[in-house]
């Protein structure tokens, strides 16, 4: 099962898990969890306001062997106007997810993505635990 939590920041609300979302999934080959803008397709939607996040933004994907996957999915700009970081607890340092990138999450791990607006003080925070 992969559990993800959502909040989102804004400059003055660092800190705070108000508007906190919740989705899980079974490990199950083919079983997916969006997070994005558009509520028809995302489990976990952002403000429609919030632009630097696409409509479709973070795809996490069950593999067939029942390990976990996120892909950055590319939108309709070449350059994003948000940044993603995967940080993994357990203290190694965290890493940038490329624009149309996919990273694996660890059987049994847990950690947060986070979604960066890059024009201003604005996040999107992404935690998940992946349980086997």
Same mark, same amino acid.
Not at 20 to 38: F, H, I, K, T, Y
Not at 97 to 103: D, I, K, Q, R
């Given at each position: 099962m992969l559990e993800l @939590? !959502?909040?989102t920041v804004s400059g003055a609300d660092a800190g705070a898990t108000a =508007? !906190?979302? !919740?989705? $899980?999934?079974? *490990?199950?080959?083919? +079983? #997916?969890? %969006? #997070?994005? %803008? $558009?509520? =028809? #397709?995302c489990r976990l939607a952002t403000p429609d306001d919030w632009l630097f996040v696409s409509r479709v933004h973070l795809e996490f994907l069950c593999g067939p062997d029942g390990a976990w996957q996120v892909t950055w999915l590319r939108g309709t700009h070449d350059d994003p106007s948000s940044e993603v970081r995967l940080v993994l607890n357990g203290g +190694?340092?965290?890493? *940038? #997810?490329?624009?149309? =990138? @996919?990273?694996?999450?660890?059987p049994g791990g847990s950690g947060e993505l986070v979604v960066l607006d890059r024009t201003g003080p604005r996040s999107v925070n992404v935690g998940f635990y992946h349980e086997v």
């Open positions: @939590t !959502m909040a =508007g !906190m979302q !919740m989705a $899980d999934a079974p *490990s199950e080959p083919g +079983a #997916v969890l %969006r #997070v994005g %803008r $558009d509520r =028809g #397709v +190694a340092p965290p890493r *940038s #997810v490329p624009y149309g =990138g @996919t990273a694996k999450l660890p």
